[in-house]
């Protein structure tokens, strides 16, 4: 719906929106149009068969959905673009866009989104989520940690993207498959590998 609105308003697809106004100013490569993007820089994704314990390829993850964006209808058609997951972009580019947010709509001196807005963003707005507008708070990634950010679930895909807005540290986590139990309500192999990370490289 907030893409279907983000069209209404500005007169531009929601990709080529997002692309205009957050990807091209933060130098980022990705996007939601699969057609848009260099293929042989996509990795091929897995989801995992409990039944054989086997990955078994996901093409679906890049289906590019040609004929639906070719009779694409503004604010209307919005969903074909999977405006709440659909973005493919790289772990070091995730990177850059989460390093805007935990200083609050700026990155290297440049400002992508007002202050104003990166606070509503980060700020909870439901007791049961914890979830703000796209971010979330939570105290389960690492103990003694309160971290904002965002998860990702998709065709055997896992990812996190968390940071500590005052320490102002972050870490980005991407799994092209891996097994999908959870533990604290994080997947298992996500929640384990930011610890890691964490105790590794940032810990003291």
Do not use: W
């Not at 086997?54 to 004929?67: E, G, M, V």
């Not at 609050?104 to 507008?133: C, F, H």
């Not at 500590?164 to 097994?179: A, D, T, W």
């Amino acid at each position: 719906m907030t893409g279907a609105i983000i069209e209404k308003i500005s007169g531009e697809r929601f990709d080529q929106y997002v692309k205009r106004h957050i990807l091209d100013p933060l130098q980022l490569y990705g996007g939601y149009c699969v057609d848009s993007l260099d293929k042989t820089l996509f990795a091929s994704i897995y989801e995992y068969n409990a039944d054989s314990a086997k990955f078994i390829a996901s093409p679906a993850a890049y289906n590019p959905r040609s004929a639906e964006i070719a009779n694409y209808t503004m604010g209307y058609s919005t969903p074909v673009l999977s405006p709440t997951g659909g973005m493919k972009i790289s772990a070091t580019d995730l990177a850059r866009y989460m390093t805007m947010h935990m200083n609050l709509g700026k990155y290297m001196g440049t400002r992508i989104i007002a202050k104003k807005s990166a606070l509503v963003m980060q700020t909870q707005l439901s007791e049961e989520e914890a979830y703000g507008l796209a971010i979330s708070t939570t105290d389960k990634l690492i103990p003694g940690k309160t971290m904002k950010g965002h998860t990702g679930v998709a065709y055997g895909l896992y990812s996190a993207m968390f940071f500590h807005p005052k320490e102002k540290f972050g870490i980005v986590v991407i799994s092209n498959g891996c097994h999908p139990g959870y533990s604290d309500g994080f997947n298992t192999v996500i929640r384990k590998t930011v610890e890691c990370l964490y105790k590794n490289l940032i810990s003291k």
